[in-house]
T-cell receptor, first 113, second 114 residues
Framework: GDSVTQMEGPVTLSEEAFLTINCTYT??????LFWYVQYPGEGLQLLLK?????DKGSNKGFEATYRKETTSFHLEKGSVQVSDSAVYFC????????????FGKGTMLLVSP | EAGVAQSPRYKIIEKRQSVAFWCNPI?????LYWYQQILGQGPKLLIQFQNNGVVDDSQLPKDRFSAERLKGVDSTLKIQPAKLEDSAVYLC????????????FGAGTRLSVL
């Protein structure tokens, strides 16, 4: 079945540092890829998405590129802020009519001033 | 536009008791999902509704979990009887229409089974 593997956390960075969170996937079809973010005490929010190979999703300074050849969708940000502290989930969605999400285990990011 | 509403936010029960969670999706959203998120893990799909019909409940422990979506709007997830391993956050999500790929999540209900 489909699966998503993320780097384990927590990732601890100082403000303005560069962020990379690795994500690789296994899928039988040609999935859409997502990054969701979960702030403390809140539900998951969509951060960005990509639907085909070489697409780059971006939002709030975060970017991720759909790499079909390496089955990866790594999340990056050039300069993190304290407010970016949260748990980040990589996910894929099959392209069937009732597309369901398969999530990774999540990576906690802690940014200190 | 109002988001996905869930209640209660927190629930503490003893094992073998029953509990119910409620979800109101975004208005007009045809697809509704219930996920279980155990601490330190990603959400896992329990059940998916399209309008008021079940389209995927393959990972729902049917001996103790049940869910319904009357009239294709609100949904209720029930656990009876609860076990210690049911302690988790239960997330509800909705999606606008078939073919749309974005799911919108509620804040979740945190269940502790003692």
């Amino acid at each position: 079945g489909d699966s998503v593997t993320q780097m384990e956390g927590p990732v601890t960075l100082s403000e303005e540092a560069f962020l990379t969170i690795n994500c690789t996937y296994t899928a039988t079809g040609y999935p859409s890829l997502f990054w969701y973010v979960q702030y403390p005490g809140e539900g998951l929010q969509l951060l960005l998405k990509a639907t085909k190979a070489d697409d780059k999703g971006s939002n709030k300074g975060f970017e991720a590129t759909y790499r079909k050849e390496t089955t990866s969708f790594h999340l990056e940000k050039g300069s993190v802020q304290v407010s970016d502290s949260a748990v980040y989930f990589c996910a894929l969605s099959d392209r069937g009519g009732y597309s369901t999400l398969t999530f990774g285990k999540g990576t906690m990011l802690l940014v200190s001033p | 536009e109002a988001g996905v509403a869930q209640s209660p936010r927190y629930k503490i029960i003893e094992k073998r008791q029953s509990v119910a969670f409620w979800c109101n999706p975004i208005s007009g959203h045809a697809t509704l999902y219930w996920y279980q998120q155990i601490l330190g893990q990603g959400p896992k799909l329990l059940i998916q509704f399209q309008n008021n019909g079940v389209v995927d409940d393959s990972q729902l422990p049917k001996d103790r979990f049940s869910a319904e979506r009357l009239k294709g709007v609100d949904s209720t997830l029930k656990i009876q009887p609860a076990k210690l391993e049911d302690s988790a956050v239960y997330l509800c999500a909705s999606r606008a229409r078939q073919g749309a790929d974005i799911q919108y999540f509620g804040a979740g209900t945190r269940l502790s089974v003692l």
